[in-house]
């Protein structure tokens, strides 16, 4: 079982930025995809963005161009790198991991981290 530990959360005004890191327990250089997921209250949980174990990226169009995310392997940690941020980004921030192992779909969620957009 992979355990996932978000951080980097906070208040920022709109405009800024934040860098949220999701600190994986086991590498994550075998893991399929880890994806960034954000919820606010009375809504289903949102994808924000994935990359694949081939650094292949996606982003939901509310967030394109303003955000990126990246994973570094011998840290075991994925990263989301948000600018711009609008007060429509404020949510809990999730982490993700999606591992295929024979046929086997593992799904591993960390605990979430606290995003606040406002002035």
């Known amino acids: 079982q992979v355990q996932l530990v978000e951080s980097g959360g906070g208040l920022v005004q709109p405009g800024g930025s934040l860098r949220l890191s999701c600190a994986a327990s086991?590498?994550?250089?075998?893991?399929?995809?880890m994806a960034w997921y954000r919820q606010t209250p009375g809504k289903e949980r949102e994808l924000v963005a994935t990359?694949?174990?081939?650094?292949?990226?996606k982003y939901a169009d509310s967030v394109k161009g303003r955000f990126t995310i990246s994973r570094e392997n011998a840290k075991n940690t994925v990263y989301l790198q948000m600018n711009s941020l609008k007060s429509d980004d404020t949510a809990v921030y999730f982490c993700?991991?999606?591992?295929?192992?024979?046929?086997?779909?593992?799904?591993?969620w960390g605990q979430g981290t606290q995003v606040t957009v406002s002035s």
């Open positions: 086991e590498s994550i250089r075998t893991i399929d995809a």
């Open positions: 990359i694949t174990r081939r650094d292949t990226t």
């Open positions: 993700k991991g999606i591992d295929n192992r024979f046929g086997v779909v593992y799904e591993y």
